[in-house]
């Protein structure tokens, strides 16, 4: 029989309700990733308030592709982001969503009609969205941010393509357009890296990225949202050029990408120096193999750590250094260069394509041979006396130590661990204590892959009364092309004869180029109206101006179906047929 609860804990719950997260000014409340990604806006009004500024938040970004219902969240919480001058505007596809963040920069720029202090912004998407963006982010961010506005661009990335066409690391992108990048590994982080994120756009003059993920951004927790739980330290070692690095203008190309190399870049990596958001989470006196990780794969790196049966202590003992990276790039450089002094060797440990591992490697590669540790990551050292670098690895699928494709799991990172270590040499119980645990690991993996349960095959089909399970029929003797949507599922359905698939905006556009070159007459294009409003039309007007011979059908059902079932536009009536064929018409 259950004991009951303490009088305290009784009285408290009582008085629990599911708007805590976004009601409490101060305390714990049990949100999750996504909710947090909510509340944080609301937080940095708060701060402000507390600061004696006046300041609104804006959020954009393309509902079809939300990050981790982050669209629906947010409406769901209109009246809490009303109380706070927080406007909440989804874009009609991604780049126009970011635009309009952009705008929110301007207003500095007509000081005498704007009315607030500043308006910071939030632009959300999914990895597709980041590639769209590239062009808006590359601009916004040469342009700058106001003084008390800052900006936000936050990615929700699927490594793995569990909901996507193509597998996605948006820190690449970011880098590109010299877009600083957090990638935070809780809910707590979430939110205490956004308002350093806010900060830092304030104090740079460049938008900030956030990198998310699935199994960060939709779990949950427990977090403190004291509004002065996060204290932000602005750097005292650099100094700010005349004019500052704000927006203004008139402001030349040129002078543009000058104050971004020259200063901007620096700035931001003054304030992660200033408020050390990189830094060590185990460290001893003797140290000599180093873990650098950041992000999921940090939270991965703890728990293969434990697998190994290497608790903190035992790690010190045996001189290992764990550090930890909030910002993965820019990779601050003075902090690093103290994480890897006097070890023998560093393991980079990071999913997907290598972010701080080459940094780190050019951080390093002046240092002295005999002070400058060995750096691994992605690939084993080769045998023999071969040397040379990623590419001139013979067979690089023989050679991943922690591989770039698809995910990495504890058991990935325990095994790499645990085989650097033999290398540098460890005691005969640390290895037999290893070797036991990664027999277990090695057994259960076995385990999984051997379990099978006869449950019948049932292949992903349309839900019951939806439309597209008629629309997507051809036909005898013609074929469709599909697109993005729930409907690209015809791909898997032998009877609708429909193969291949474009990004979002580019249905039907790939029979351009094979129209002229193939027996093939004519062609049938799926296009969603959700993605007809996004950028399909465009597609349309493409196959026009060529003159192919192709039929499309906008699949109708008024919705986003594939990411909420949200509505397409605006209007509260939707976005109807007759609304379409007048667009086509005209």
């Known amino acids: 029989m259950n004991a009951p609860l303490p009088e305290h804990i009784r009285k408290a719950l009582e008085t629990v309700t599911l708007d805590d997260k976004y009601s409490l000014d101060s305390g714990r409340a049990f949100m999750s990733g996504v909710q947090a990604l909510v509340r944080l806006p609301m937080l940095q009004r708060q701060r402000d308030a507390m600061q004696g500024l006046n300041t609104a938040g804006f959020i954009s970004g393309y509902r079809g592709s939300p990050l981790g219902t982050y669209d629906q969240s947010l409406w769901a919480a209109k009246k809490h982001l009303a109380a706070n001058n927080i406007v909440f505007q989804p874009g009609v596809n991604e780049e126009l969503g970011a635009t309009a963040v952009w705008g929110t920069q301007q207003l500095d720029l007509y ?85 350093h994120a806010f900060a830092m756009s304030r104090f740079s003059g460049v938008w900030s990225g956030m990198k998310t993920i699935q199994e960060v951004v939709e779990s949950s927790s427990s977090i403190n949202i004291d509004p002065d739980r996060v204290k932000i330290v602005m750097p005292e070692d650099f100094v700010m050029p005349p004019g500052g690095l704000h927006i203004r203008w008139p402001d030349a190309p040129l002078e543009q990408e000058a104050r971004l190399m020259d200063y901007k870049w620096y700035a931001a990596l003054a304030y992660v120096r200033a408020n050390k958001l990189n830094y060590n989470v185990i460290e001893g006196n003797n140290d000599r193999f180093g873990i650098i990780a950041s992000g999921k794969a940090y939270n991965d790196t703890r728990q293969a750590l434990v697998d190994l049966g290497l608790d903190d202590d035992t790690c010190r003992q045996l001189g290992i250094r764990v550090h930890k990276v909030n910002v993965v ?258």
């Open 329 to 586: 790039w820019p990779l601050e450089a003075t902090i690093t260069r103290h994480f890897a002094q006097g070890l023998q060797e560093i393991l980079v440990v990071e999913e997907k394509r290598q972010v701080i591992e080459y940094q780190l490697k050019e951080e390093l590669y002046n240092w002295r041979s005999d002070v400058r540790p060995h750096v691994l990551g992605k690939f084993d050292e080769p045998e023999g006396d071969a040397t040379g670098g990623e590419w001139s690895m013979p067979n690089p699928s023989q050679n991943w130590l922690l591989r770039a494709k698809a995910d990495l799991t504890p058991a990935i990172i325990a095994k790499a661990i645990a085989k650097r270590l033999k290398k540098l040499g460890v005691s005969s119980d640390i290895i037999a204590r290893m070797d036991s645990r990664i027999a277990v690991i090695e057994a259960s993996e076995r385990a999984m892959t051997e379990l099978k349960v006869d449950t019948g095959e049932r292949a992903p089909w349309f839900c019951s009364g939806c439309p597209h399970n008629t629309s997507t029929r051809v036909p005898e003797g013609s074929r469709a092309v599909a697109g993005i949507g729930c409907h690209y599922m015809a791909n898997w359905m032998p009877d609708r004869k429909t193969s291949t698939f474009t990004q979002m905006g580019g249905e039907g556009v790939t029979w351009v180029g094979q129209a002229p070159f193939t027996t093939d007459q004519h062609v049938f294009a799926n296009l969603g109206d959700g993605t007809y409003f996004h950028s399909g039309l465009l597609a349309i007007r493409q196959s026009i101006a060529a003159g192919t011979s192709i039929t499309y059908k906008v699949l109708y059902n008024d919705a986003v179906a594939m990411t909420g079932g949200q509505q397409v536009g605006e209007r509260p009536e939707g976005h109807s047929v007759l609304q379409i064929m007048n667009s086509l018409k005209s």
């Open 111 to 195: 000081p005498q009609s704007k009315k607030f202090d500043g308006v910071f912004g939030i632009w959300y998407g999914k990895g597709p969205g980041v590639d769209r963006c590239s062009d808006v982010f590359k601009h916004a961010n040469m342009a700058g941010t106001a003084k008390h506005g800052g900006v936000i661009a936050i990615a929700g990335d699927d490594h793995i393509s569990k909901s996507s066409t193509a597998a996605h690391q948006s820190d690449h992108i970011f880098k590109a357009c010299g877009t600083p990048v957090f990638f935070p590994s809780s809910v707590q982080e979430i939110l205490d890296m956004g308002l």
